[in-house]
Structure formats: C-alpha cells, structure tokens
C-alpha cells in the first residue's frame, strides 16, 4: 500500500467507517500486510510526531529523554493493540462471535485510526493535547466494524461492543502509564549512576 492508499483508508474509516468496514470484510490482507501497510506508518507518524512536539514544547528535556519518550509511546500503541486483538479474541465465543485472531487484529488495528490520528496531532501541539477526545470516536469506528469482522449481532453487538472499548481503553491507559513509569524509572536510576 502506498501512501496514498493509506490516507485514504485513515480518511474512509473517520468519514464512512461502514462501507470502509465491508471493503476490509471483502479484502484478503493479512496480519503482517495490515501490520506494513497500516500501522507502522500510523506508528512513524506518531512516533515523529511525538519527536517533534517534544523539540518544539521541551523545557530542559534533553534529548534522550525525547527519544525514550517517542520509544515508549511508539511501543505502547503497538503492544496496545496486540494485546487488545488477543484478549477480544479470546473473548469472542462467549457473545457468539467469530473468533479468528486476523479479523479480531484488523477490527482492534483499524478501530484504532482515531485514537492514533488525535493522539499524533496531541503529540506536536502539546498545548492543545485536549485533541485526544477525538480518540473516542474509535469506539464507533469498531462498533461499526463489529457486524462486518466479528459476525456479532443482536444484543451481543452492544455488550461486546462495551466490553471490547473497555478492553482497549485499559489496555492503553495501563501501557502507557507502565511503560511511561518504568522508562522514568530507568532514566532516573541512570541519571543517578552517571552522577556518582
């Protein structure tokens, strides 16, 4: 996939996340092309834009801090997804859905083309970080997706639905707040060792 078609993907899912999902439906990608095609650009373009948020609006942040904060965040998003798929996956049986881990990963991945475009405009305008609420509108992106990944209908859709935002919400805010914890740990531990 190439730039173009990535945008416009990214543009399809915020503008008619509904048709986008039954073109994803009718696609034969697999983990590794969604993964290539899809997500690693999402995660260079947070992860640069982190970078540069930190270059613009840093006060006395040096610059390793600046690339272990972009590390961080880069990681967090990716293994927010992971682990996200996994545990929905898993879950999918009991609210008589699909379990089938590429459709589960394709759901959470294009699920999260909200959460990743506000969170990247967040990252480089750090004063107005506000933005990030935009990152809700995901939950509609993957309640739409739903039918269309998971064969999830009825009164399942709306409690796997909740549970599979929840699940994500979690996931993420539990990542972020660890791995932003343990990279401030090791900073400071190897601050404190270059300084005796």
Known sequence: MDLIEFFQRAKNFI??????????????????GVVRNYLLPFISLLAITTFLGLLLFRNYVTISIMILVTVVTSLGAFLSIYISATIINEL????????????TFKLVTYSYTAVLIAHSFASLLLPLFFIV??????????????????ETTGENRLIFGIICSLTILVIYVFLHTGLGALSTNLFVSYGMNTLT
């Open 15 to 32: 503008v008619s996340p509904a048709e986008e999902w039954q073109v994803i439906k009718d696609e034969q990608a697999s983990r590794s």
């Open 92 to 103: 999918a049986p009991k609210f008589d859905s699909k379990k089938d881990f590429t459709s």
């Open 133 to 150: 609420i935009f990152g809700l509108y995901s939950i509609y992106i993957l309640w739409m997706g739903l039918g269309p990944m998971m």
